[in-house]
């Protein structure tokens, strides 16, 4: 079972930024797909959050109208587009797998690192 991040990297305030997560070794569409972040300094917050089943999402207020979360069950991909970014959203981003019925079952990745600055 891996979930593995990619898209991360430096980028100006206000700018925009696609983070990918690659699930394998199991079927994602069983489970709820999120996206955490990790600031230093900071604990672990739910940024967004695609449920398994119908596809509806939940956001952070932090982000809400700035990213999108979405997911491709046929790829076993989840993504979030992150635009209009702030030095605030500077943060390690984690992808979260958590079935949707069988709790104990829950995933991370390694994390990618987004960081906003001029």
């Known amino acids: 079972v891996q979930l593995v991040e990619s898209g991360g990297g430096l980028v100006q305030p206000g700018g925009s930024l696609r983070l990918s997560c690659a699930a394998s070794?199991?079927?994602?569409?069983?489970?709820?797909m999120s996206w955490y972040r990790q600031a230093p300094g900071k604990e672990r917050e739910l940024v967004a959050t695609?449920?398994?089943?119908?596809?509806?999402?939940n956001y952070a207020d932090s982000v809400k109208g700035r990213f999108t979360i979405s997911r491709d069950n046929a790829k076993n991909t989840v993504s979030l587009q992150m635009s209009s970014l702030k030095p605030e959203d500077t943060a390690v981003y984690y992808c979260?797998?958590?079935?949707?019925?069988?709790?104990?079952?829950?995933?991370w990745g390694q994390g990618t690192q987004v960081t906003v600055s001029s």
């Open positions: 979260n797998a958590h079935h949707r019925i069988f709790r104990n079952r829950e995933y």
């Open positions: 070794g199991f079927t994602s569409s069983a489970y709820d």
């Open positions: 695609v449920i398994s089943a119908g596809g509806s999402t």
